[in-house]
């Protein structure tokens, strides 16, 4: 992989702050796992979020709690995807039961694609669709299949790794359907190296979700869960990257101009 570059801005806070950490000896769930979650909320316009290990680890949680508590059996995905997200929905323990066709006009499921694979489903509403938002844009047409999942009973996670910034009409890509995760991985919009966030509106599926990423080693009343967490100089490191979220998109536009300049000009 090549270098990837961080905003001045962010490396500054970073190496402001990191000492704190090793000082007081909060190495985990720590204050700066909260205020990513906090700055999430707000930027999003979600109700809860959580900062997790990856967007794999996330996308695992939620399919794993949907499977043990929600009556969740079957999981279809969208042809145009990366291989990744087939393997985590088979490790979810789910059945994967299809995927639905892609527009070669944007690379993802229109309404009519997803309404004519429901055609085929038995029994949808034991079912989990994980759609995909390609290349940093929102699905066209997410307010409509969200809209039609809900009606089928179908649970709706969005899966954002490319989409953290990314709106339609104003409203953020992951707060469409049931749940949604954004990625960090170094490659992605915002580049931190490693490390994921969910964001949800459902409160219930937050606390499960909250208790899985720890065993539920508190209340002890979820009979599954692994340690997905994210740990305090990730989540500092998190931090002070998404901070510099618009201005790292502004930059990519500008990056994205040159590019189509010299298309243009051969």
């Known amino acids: 992989m090549g270098m990837i570059k961080l905003p001045k801005k962010s490396i500054d806070f ?11 000896g909060n190495l985990a769930e720590g204050d700066w ?36 508590y929600r009556a969740k059996k079957r999981i279809f995905l969208q042809s145009n995807t990366m291989y990744g997200v087939r393997t985590i929905a088979i490790s979810s323990g789910l059945e994967l039961c299809g995927y639905v066709d892609c527009s070669l006009d944007y690379l993802m499921p229109t309404y009519e ?27 066209p047409d997410i307010e409509k299949i969200a809209k039609l999942c809900k009606n089928k009973g179908v649970a709706l996670l969005e899966d954002c790794a490319h989409s ?11 707060t469409f359907g049931d749940a ?31 208790k899985f990423v720890m065993y539920d080693r508190f209340d002890q009343k ?6 997905l967490r994210m740990s305090e100089i990730n989540a500092l490191l998190t931090y002070a990257v998404i901070q510099e979220t618009e201005s790292i998109i502004k930059n990519k536009y500008k990056i994205a101009q040159e590019y189509i300049k010299a298309c243009d000009e051969n």
């Open 113 to 139: 694609q997803v309404e004519n694979f429901f055609s085929y489903l038995d029994n949808p509403s034991e079912c989990v669709f994980l759609l995909t938002h390609i290349g940093g844009w929102v699905n």
């Open 14 to 24: 970073f190496n402001d702050n990191y000492p704190n950490i090793f000082e007081t």
């Open 33 to 68: 796992n909260k205020k990513v979650a906090e700055w999430s909320c707000n930027y999003t316009v979600s109700q809860h979020a959580l900062a997790v290990n990856s967007i794999g680890a996330g996308m695992f949680a939620l399919l794993r709690i949907l499977k043990q």
């Open 222 to 227: 979820l009979d599954i869960g692994v340690n």
């Open 180 to 210: 949604g995760v954004y990625s960090l991985y170094a490659t992605k919009t915002i580049p931190v190296g490693e490390g994921g966030i969910i964001v949800t509106k459902d409160k219930e599926l937050y606390q499960m979700v909250e």
């Open 164 to 174: 953290l910034g990314s709106t339609l009409k104003g409203k953020h890509t992951g």
